[in-house]
Nanobody, 121 residues
Framework: QVQLVESGGGLVQAGGSLRLSCAAS????????MGWFRQTHGKEGETVGA????????DYAASVKGRFTISRDNAKNTVYLQMSSLKPEDMAVYYC??????????????WGQGTQVTVSS
């Protein structure tokens, strides 16, 4: 069982930056690939970043490539999403996700409760 708790969301102006964190419980965190999935009401959700259990491979949605960076610290059971040059279209609820397999889209085994990111223009 893996529990995921996100933090770091909030309000930011367009062009600004935010760093999301996801703290995972469980001793097997390092066995899971991790990711960040975002959902906006009325729009199809997307996985914006994914990272393997070792951190040696990452993948990004085209919409965020070059602006977002996913990373993880297995010693701290934490995965991060550094978001820069934020745009109004980045506004969404961001969910931390975990799966034994490296995936760039759902389904995922575990989901966090989500953190809201609001970008003002």
């Amino acid at each position: 069982q893996v529990q995921l708790v996100e933090s770091g969301g909030g309000l930011v102006q367009a062009g600004g930056s935010l760093r999301l964190s996801c703290a995972a419980s469980g001793r097997t965190f390092s066995s899971y690939a991790m990711g960040w999935f975002r959902q906006t009401h009325g729009k199809e959700g997307e996985t914006v970043g994914a990272i393997t259990w070792s951190g040696d491979t990452t993948d990004y949605a085209a919409s965020v490539k070059g602006r977002f960076t996913i990373s993880r610290d297995n010693a701290k059971n934490t995965v991060y999403l550094q978001m820069s040059s934020l745009k109004p279209e980045d506004m969404a609820v961001y969910y931390c996700v975990a799966d034994r397999n490296f995936r760039v889209g759902p389904p995922y085994e575990y989901w966090g409760q989500g953190t809201q990111v609001t970008v003002s223009s």
